[in-house]
């Protein structure tokens, strides 16, 4: 999973609707949309809360962190939070 994947669920998390994330990414809504239903079917999510359950059990996201942050790569600290780069 790539980082903008990442960002894209924790925006979901947060509860962003498709139009503020794809101001948020700079995207169009469509292609937000798009990439949402191709996230669903890779992990085989019926809907975008399934997706942010998953996110949680498979660690994309941080578990008692708010606002939700995608997880710390592999190799960073455990407190690290991940920042959008330009």
Request: with cysteine; aromatic share 10%; hydrophobic share 40%.
């Amino acid at each position: 999973m790539n980082e903008r994947d990442r960002l894209l669920i924790v925006m979901l998390a947060r509860g962003y609707t498709t139009t503020r994330i794809a101001r948020e990414m700079r995207l169009s809504r469509y292609t937000v949309a798009e990439r949402i239903s191709k996230l669903l079917d890779r992990f085989a999510c019926s809907n975008r809360s399934q997706l942010v359950a998953y996110g949680y059990a498979h660690e994309f996201l941080h578990v008692g962190t708010w606002p939700p942050c995608a997880a710390a790569p592999l190799g960073a600290e455990s407190g690290a939070t991940w920042s959008r780069s330009s």
